[in-house]
DNA sequence: ACAAAAGTGTTTTCAGTACACCCATGC
DNA sequence: GCATGGGTGTACTGAAAACACTTTTGT
């Protein structure tokens, strides 16, 4: 097929035979506060959904962006900071009814992202949002259009991450303590690994943590300090205590 | 918020202010045919990639479906049978340049599925396709669009499922003979389990398969049948054989 | 001295690995 | 008998679980 030839169906093609779709992105904006897993949340100020809170987001910009491209830009819109850390696509949704403007002829698709960062700066409401804050994800309010399960999915792709991957790196500032990312898993599960295995399991698995030469000093005895390794997946698994 | 102030709302909305995009669905139909991993390609019949082999797919239908169930529909109309097997969600392409029809003012974005079937009859071509067959995924030619990172993904997504979930039933027709099984664990991973020990890791995992009645009989000895049990999640997860 | 956090051993238990061997059927 | 596929046993190894214990700092 040449270039030439390409050129001319596109000519004849007709975009407007297919009905318009919107392409929006959610994001699920992990940190961790207070030992505390917390999730990032707005509150809308306009319709749809006026006055609940939600998952921030917005719409892929046509022609100029890919979803993950505007991922990026909404995190930096909302949180004020250049993403530079993980951001992982967790699935799209696209049932008709689970937005209503679809009553007004515009059919919503969604595509999900879950990001993790150390604790970030506190956030100030942005011009679509009436308020912003961090919430605990054992305390988050009632969530507008679909959000609930998207924010559930998301949640539950984070714990399982953690499992198989060096992903829980991605929740602390470099240099950290092996005391601080165990902290991590505690948020995240809900439930202390052991100690002991856990330093184990950490320091041998190659590339998982690097030592870095300083010391930190916190109440007790001054730990030694890691950045984050190479390594993304851990072989085998390390297990979350129940289950 | 009640229901009139929504409707009010609405009444206002321009669905014109967002542009378009289309959301189209593309498919990896994987089977086991001659105990090797196939997947399912046409060739294409019109503009663009006309010509090319690809990944089976079309629009979704705008205001009557989820991206799942065009995605069921396709399959339906590719492969002539009611799906009932699982059907996975892969992630979301949506950069801008993955589809030539960006330059006809139409922005792309496909969701990806993964669909593992027992052996299908062989397919005939549709409408839209000059030609339909299987091919083995270490044979698959050229791809149109983005279609080779597509499959990548869907495969890595396919194999590694196999090692902490039961998907692997998913490809072997009810009633199975352990060494059935076995056999889709080699096809997928290119190298078989040890014997004995994927017997006793099948066996002792509750609920990931249920004995059956029957024994069937082929070259040697009958096998015990079973058929696939309640459980989706494999704790630990079977490990494949070169890490 | 004592609290707090870091870090080390040790024993038990269990699962994965590798490989040898036995069973039932058709030809 | 022997080829073919089904099925069992066992010794070796290594990592995870549980828990006790020591070290180094600040106050």
Chains 1, 2 share one sequence.
């Not at 930190?216 to 300090?225: F, H, N």
């Amino acid at each position: 097929m040449s270039r030439r030839g390409e050129a001319a169906w596109l000519k004849d093609y007709d975009a407007s035979a297919y009905p318009p779709f919107a392409l929006t992105v959610d994001l699920c904006i992990f940190t961790i506060r207070d030992d505390v897993l917390q999730v990032l949340l707005v509150r809308r100020s306009d319709h749809p959904y006026k006055g609940f809170w939600a998952l921030p987001g917005g719409h892929v910009e046509h022609g100029r962006e890919s979803a993950e491209d505007a991922a990026v830009r909404e995190l930096c819109e909302e949180t004020g900071i250049a993403w530079e850390g993980h951001l992982e696509q967790v699935r799209t949704y696209s049932d008709p009814q689970r937005d209503p403007r679809i009553k007004a002829g515009l059919q919503v698709a969604s595509v999900a992202f879950a990001a993790l960062a150390p604790s970030l700066p506190e956030p100030s409401a942005g011009s679509d949002a009436a308020d912003v804050r961090w919430w605990p994800v054992a305390e988050v309010p009632e969530l507008g259009y679909d959000h609930a399960r998207i924010l559930a999915d998301a949640l539950e792709r984070v714990r399982s991450k953690l499992e198989y991957t060096s992903l829980a790196t991605q929740f602390v500032e470099e240099p950290f303590s092996l005391g601080e990312l165990r902290k991590v898993y505690t948020a995240v599960w809900g439930e202390a690994p052991d100690l002991g295995n856990f330093r184990r399991k950490v320091l041998s698995t190659p590339g998982f943590v690097v030592a870095a030469a300083a010391r930190g000093e916190s109440g007790g005895r001054p730990a030694q300090l890691y950045r984050r390794g190479e390594a993304v997946l851990l072989h085998p698994a390390m297990l979350r205590p129940s289950g």
